[in-house]
């Protein structure tokens, strides 16, 4: 019914900057809340930064300052700008969001994309 396409991913130096980008497609009514969490080898997922759809965000404390969320309401779509990138900012980036979905009635669901790497090394 929802699909998330992330993109946007890839090594990257210490110190150096990625933006990730998620659509979302399908029978979709609107779209609450979007984010993107990360999950590490051995470490369970994270959330990394919110927005609503009036545009209020949250981040966790590790990404403050580095990490930029926005989303485009008439696209679809969720960014993540990424600055100031570190060795522990590797993990797989995955885009979420909270749709009501068309079809059958209003229903509202929990969606999540494929994951896309995110690797900083030198």
């Known amino acids: 019914q929802v699909q998330l396409v992330e993109s946007g991913g890839g090594l990257v130096q210490p110190g150096g900057s990625l933006r990730l980008s998620c659509a979302a497609s399908?029978?979709?009514?609107?779209?609450?809340?979007m984010g993107w969490y990360r999950q590490a080898p051995g470490k369970q997922r994270e959330l990394v930064a919110g927005?609503?759809?009036?545009?209020?965000?949250n981040y966790a404390d590790s990404v403050k300052g580095r990490f930029t969320i926005s989303r485009d309401n008439a696209k679809n779509t969720v960014y993540l700008q990424m600055n100031s990138l570190k060795p522990e900012d590797t993990a797989v980036y995955y885009c979420?969001?909270?749709?009501?979905?068309?079809?059958?009635?209003?229903?509202?669901?929990?969606?999540w994309g494929q994951g896309t790497q995110v690797t900083v090394s030198s």
């Open positions: 399908g029978s979709i009514f609107s779209i609450t809340a």
């Open positions: 979420n969001a909270d749709v009501v979905v068309t079809g059958g009635g209003l229903r509202r669901g929990d969606y």
């Open positions: 927005i609503t759809s009036g545009g209020r965000t």
